[in-house]
């Protein structure tokens, strides 16, 4: 049973324009979320975090959405560069936890 | 920089062959993790450390899995008599603050083949 759920497994957007990335959990307890980036043969790298005390959290061009009730959260990107290509990990925890759970990632494409 | 190192960065070993995967963490982070992230799919939670202590081994698949990290720093995994499904990525990541809600600094990851 995934706890982490991304079901969209890839994304192609035009350069400028808007990226949204979804994701859905289950577990009740998990009250922190971060997203991640990464490139191939790195590790992901640490993007925006939001805790369930809030429900918007935005940093540049990066927007964290958090819908408690219907245990969903987006990642926006505006405006899109082809940089940004990458696949985005989705990730959740409980705090005071030592365990994250991940989604399986949606790969994102930029085009120019 | 000094981010998070890993080595090797791959290694091919035989059917029922040990391996030990180091993670070099950043200079004074509390936090350090493991994780085994399979083709097309997320990194999935091993273990995790608080300093020198594992708070938490849940994630571990068997018993032929052991992670330690004795002076609070440096940490090693040992895979014993490895099998074919062992093979993945494996990520190391460490915080500077406690617990799994917080940002982690990934290293770049052992890539191991079982044959």
């Known amino acids: 049973d995934q706890q982490v759920k991304q079901n969209s497994p890839s994304l192609s957007v035009q350069e400028g324009r808007i990226s949204i990335l979804n994701c859905d959990y289950t577990?009740?307890?998990?009250?922190?979320f971060l997203w991640y980036k990464k490139y191939p043969a790195e590790g992901p790298t640490f993007l925006i975090s939001i805790s369930s005390i809030k429900d918007k959290n935005e940093d540049g061009r990066f927007t964290v959405f958090l819908n408690k009730s219907a245990k969903h959260l987006s990642l926006h990107i505006v405006p899109s560069q082809p940089g940004d290509s990458a696949v985005y990990f989705c990730a959740a925890s409980a705090t005071n936890a030592g365990k994250s759970t991940f989604g399986d990632g949606t790969t994102l494409t930029v085009k120019p | 920089g000094a981010g998070v190192s890993q080595s090797p960065r791959y290694k091919v070993a035989k059917r029922g062959q040990d391996v030990a995967l180091r993670c070099d963490p950043i200079?004074?982070?509390?936090?350090l993790f493991w994780y085994q992230q399979a083709l097309g799919q997320g990194p999935e939670f091993l273990t995790y450390f608080q300093n020198e202590a594992q708070l938490d081994k849940s994630g571990l698949p068997s018993d032929r899995f052991f992670a330690e990290r004795p002076e609070g720093s440096v940490s090693t995994l040992k895979i014993q008599r490895t099998q074919q499904e062992d093979s993945a990525v494996y990520l190391c990541?460490?915080?500077?603050?406690?617990?799994?809600?917080?940002?982690?600094?990934f290293g770049p990851g052992t890539r191991l083949t079982v044959l």
């Open positions: 577990n009740s307890m998990f009250d922190y």
């Open positions: 990541a460490s915080s500077f603050r406690r617990g799994a809600s917080n940002e982690q600094f």
């Open positions: 200079s004074g982070h509390v936090s």
